[in-house]
């Protein structure tokens, strides 16, 4: 079982939609969770980074974390074709730790 | 700002050879982390290195092996390559903190 699990998609919605995407993962000793945006032959961009549980709102972008089912989730809103991407969610377990990524879910925003 | 800097950009070697990536650090980090990223896959942690020291290592065997210089540059070199080492070798740099830590775009290499 890996530690970290993401659907990898791809997941297609019209523009303006609200979009959700979501980890789960095993490891009860991460406390750091990241969303990254993965463009195609571009290095992966940090969107949101979470110490802990709770939420994170960053304009149309809002981070969740739930410790206690071992769940994070990504919403954006008002979805842009420019949001199409790989969406990648991240964790460690302290700082500067090594990071361990979902495998990405591919997101298309149809205009 | 050149921000995290990677070269080559693409790279074709065939198996059995060796490679050595670069990675120039954004402005102001001090610590290097290399990733490698099969295709269709999220980044695997390869090692990272702080003061020149290798601080933490993946779960790679010891065909991979690094550098890190005193200008905080740093070289990863890959003996013996194999057709399964084709992937995007991804360098990121920080100042300390998960937060601060940005992405190089990477350099693609293909074993033939």
């Known amino acids: 079982q890996k530690e970290v699990e993401q659907d990898p998609g791809p997941l297609s919605v019209p523009e303006g939609a609200i979009v959700s995407l979501n980890c789960t993962y095993s490891?009860?000793?991460?406390?750091?969770f990241m969303w990254y945006r993965q463009y195609s032959r571009k290095g992966p961009e940090l969107l949101m980074y979470t110490y802990s549980s709770g939420n994170k709102e960053d304009g149309r972008f809002t981070a969740q974390v739930d410790k206690s089912s071992k769940y994070i989730s990504l919403f954006i809103r008002d979805s842009q074709p420019s949001d199409s991407a790989t969406y990648l969610c991240?964790?460690?377990?302290?700082?500067?730790?090594?990071?361990?990524f979902g495998s990405g879910t591919r997101l298309s925003i149809r205009p | 700002d050149a921000g995290v800097t990677q070269s080559p950009t693409h790279l074709i070697k065939t198996r059995g050879q060796q490679v050595t990536l670069r990675c120039s650090p954004k402005?102001?980090?001090?610590?290097v982390s290399w990733y490698q990223q099969a295709l269709g896959q999220g980044p695997q942690f390869i090692f990272q290195?702080?003061?020149?020291?290798?601080?933490q290592r993946g779960n790679f065997p010891d065909r991979f092996s690094g550098h890190q210089f005193p200008n905080y540059s740093s070289e990863l070199n890959v003996n013996a390559l194999l057709l399964g080492d084709s992937a995007l070798y991804l360098c990121a740099s920080s100042s300390g903190t998960l937060e601060t830590q940005y992405f190089g775009p990477g350099t693609r290499l293909l074993v033939l």
């Open positions: 490891n009860s000793a991460f406390q750091y």
């Open positions: 290195y702080y003061e020149e020291e290798e601080r």
């Open positions: 991240a964790m460690s377990a302290r700082q500067p730790s090594k990071i361990i």
């Open positions: 402005s102001g980090h001090d610590t």
